[in-house]
């Protein structure tokens, strides 16, 4: 199947300050997705990417799909404690139909 | 609409009982998804529906899984004789085909193979 990095795998940061993080895969995608979950439950969608270049913010988060349509990149502003999760990417590559491949996760610490 | 909803959340089992997981997907979506999330992974891809047809199911893990979505809304998923290795989180997402594909994940079920 299609492998999806994502990077870094966690982060520790100061409330307040940005984060940035991205996914890469080894083949074109036409649609990213990405995510958000807390223990226990099921993914929650952040922000959704249908067209090569294309940058969409929701709120504080900002995501862009790369020129590529290799990679997607999402950022997050002024951090803040409920910021705290697991953030996956999601791809929808054209050869595979609707069949979506997920990243192995960003876990995000927010510190007071 | 209150969203996909799953049922059970939690699922303890004796190895070798078959169990079955129910998904409601947003009323309005017609593709239903199935997924499985152990510790530390992201979601991996079991099989689709679009209505009621099954359209992927190659990457059901065994043929002791199947999934049924008989009159294209709810749908069930079953593990027979299940093993220890089948504990995970069991996601169910759906989609509206008319639309970029969006998906739209429920709460999971909590699945331990004692």
């Known amino acids: 199947g299609q492998q999806l990095n994502q990077s870094p795998q966690s982060m520790f940061i100061q409330e307040g300050e940005d984060v940035s993080m991205n996914c890469t895969s080894s083949s074109i995608f036409n649609t990213w997705l990405w995510y958000k979950q807390e223990p226990g439950e099921g993914p929650v969608l952040l922000i959704a990417?249908?067209?090569?270049?294309e940058l969409t913010s929701n709120g504080r988060l900002t995501a862009q799909f790369g020129i590529t349509r290799k990679d997607s990149f999402l950022n997050i502003s002024a951090s803040i404690p409920s910021d705290v999760g697991i953030y996956f990417c999601a791809g929808q590559s054209p050869n595979t139909g609707n069949q979506f491949y997920f990243g192995t996760g960003t876990s995000l610490t927010v510190i007071p | 609409d209150t969203g996909v909803s799953q049922d059970p959340r939690h699922k303890i089992t004796k190895r070798g009982q078959n169990v079955t997981f129910r998904c409601d997907p947003i009323?309005?979506?017609?593709?239903l998804y199935w997924y499985r999330q152990t510790l530390g992974q992201g979601p991996e891809f079991l099989t689709y529906?679009?209505?009621?047809?099954?359209?992927?199911k190659s990457r059901l893990l065994s043929d002791r899984f199947s999934a049924e979505r008989p009159k294209g809304s709810f749908s069930t998923l079953e593990i027979q004789r299940t093993e220890q290795g089948d504990s995970a989180m069991y996601l169910c997402?759906?989609?509206?085909?008319?639309?970029?594909?969006?998906?739209?994940f429920g709460p999971g079920t909590r699945l331990t193979v004692l």
């Open positions: 529906f679009q209505n009621e047809a099954q359209l992927e």
């Open positions: 997402a759906s989609s509206h085909s008319g639309r970029p594909d969006t998906q739209y």
């Open positions: 009323s309005e979506h017609n593709r």
């Open positions: 990417l249908y067209k090569a270049g």
